[in-house]
Every structure is written in structure tokens, then in C-alpha cells.
């Protein structure tokens, strides 16, 4: 579809925005294919939303912030998680994929400030939900649950100990619906809270539970 040809005839009430290449398991193969979905997809659809001063709201993603902080230098609390004033991108590890999302994280940014229509950016960390498709290159949740139900082995990348903050997807939909309801430029980071944060060891000893 040639978005471009759109975006003069077609009205919308708002566009949300949450296609995207994910899957990290392709991580160093395709640049390029990152580049044209989650870079140059974006852009088109903004260019459609600016046409029609069309309210655009972009499900970017945490990993824009990469994983290996400067803990020194970064504010964190209990209540507010990881802010939106964290720094973006981390060499050592936001991979093609990460990069990506970040340039269309920016881009959006920049289109709300320099143009005449709302537009906004979640931040969503790990989001599951009752349909997840459980796939080990990105849905870690669903796939441990399936591999504890169908007795297949469960590897964990690193020591296990790491973190994840797990936010259900309705909660995600609602969010939408609400900024959409009530449109405005800015970027939120969305997470499920510290009563829904759990490290991926702790995850395994509950779910075999």
C-alpha cells in the first residue's frame, strides 16, 4: 500500500501505530528491513496523520533506552520506574532492531514539535496478554508457559536474575483509547508497576509452581 496516496481522501478520527519488525532473533540479518518498516513505515504514516492533522499515537518501546545505564547518573524511583528523561540508545546493546525504533521514536517527537497536530509515543516494556503468541524470540511469557505445559525445555539468556516489568495488553489498549479520547504531544513510558515486575528466575519457580 502506498500510504502517501491516502492521505488527501481519507479521514480518520486517529491513527495508532503499532506495527513494527520485532522479532530479535533476526537481529544482525536484516538492517536494512528494520530501516524500511519501522523507520520509513513510520515516517509515511506520520506524513498521512500531518496531511490531515490527524491525531498520531506511535507504540515505540523500551528497549529505545538500551540496557546498560550509567546507574550514577540516572534518577530512578520505586514509583516512577524508568523516566522518560532517560537517556535513548546504548551501543553495546539496542542492536539494529532498538535503533531503529529509537530514529522512529525521534521522528515522531519531531513531527509533534514542528508541526500542528498532537502526536505521541508510548513506551511500553514487556506487555503480554491472554492471545500473546508464544514465541521464543520475543514473547518470553507465553513461550515459558507453553514450554511448562508441553514439558519442553525453557532456556534463560543470561543469569536469570535480570527484570522485566510486565504490563497486560488491556491495560496497553486502554492507554490508546484514552490518549485517543484526549490527544496531546508528549512520550510516556508505560510499565505494569513494581507489583508486576518480576525477574525471568522468579517467573519459571511460579509458573511451574
Excluded at 70 to 81: H, K, Y
Excluded at 97 to 108: E, H, I, Q, T
Aim: glycine share 8%; aromatic share 12%.
Amino acid at each position: 500500500l502506498d500510504f502517501m496516496q491516502v492521505s488527501s481522501t481519507t479521514e480518520f478520527d486517529a491513527i495508532v501505530h503499532s506495527a513494527a519488525q520485532v522479532c530479535h532473533s533476526r537481529k544482525q540479518e536484516d538492517p536494512v528491513g528494520d530501516v524500511v518498516v519501522n523507520v520509513l513505515g513510520t515516517v509515511k504514516l506520520l506524513e498521512v496523520a500531518r496531511a490531515s492533522a490527524t491525531p498520531f499515537l506511535f507504540i515505540s518501546i523500551s528497549k529505545v533506552y538500551g540496557e546498560h545505564f550509567d546507574m550514577d547518573n540516572i534518577n530512578f524511583s520505586d514509583e516512577r520506574g524508568v523516566p522518560e528523561d532517560c537517556p535513548l540508545g546504548d551501543q553495546t546493546y539496542i542492536t539494529f532492531f532498538g535503533a531503529s525504533k529509537v530514529a522512529a521514536d525521534l521522528f515522531c517527537q519531531q513531527y509533534g514539535e514542528q508541526y500542528d497536530f498532537p502526536v505521541g509515543v508510548f513506551r511500553p516494556g514487556c506487555f503480554t496478554g491472554r492471545w500473546a503468541l508464544a514465541a521464543e524470540a520475543q514473547n518470553w511469557l507465553p513461550w515459558l508457559v507453553h514450554c511448562t505445559k508441553t514439558k519442553k525445555p525453557f532456556t534463560v539468556f543470561g543469569s536469570g536474575q535480570q527484570v522485566r516489568d510486565l504490563l497486560h495488553v488491556s491495560d496497553l489498549a486502554d492507554a490508546c483509547l484514552r490518549w485517543c479520547r484526549d490527544p496531546s504531544t508528549d512520550v510516556w513510558t508505560l510499565g505494569g508497576g513494581a507489583d508486576r515486575c518480576c525477574s525471568l528466575k522468579a517467573a519459571v519457580e511460579r509458573v511451574e509452581a
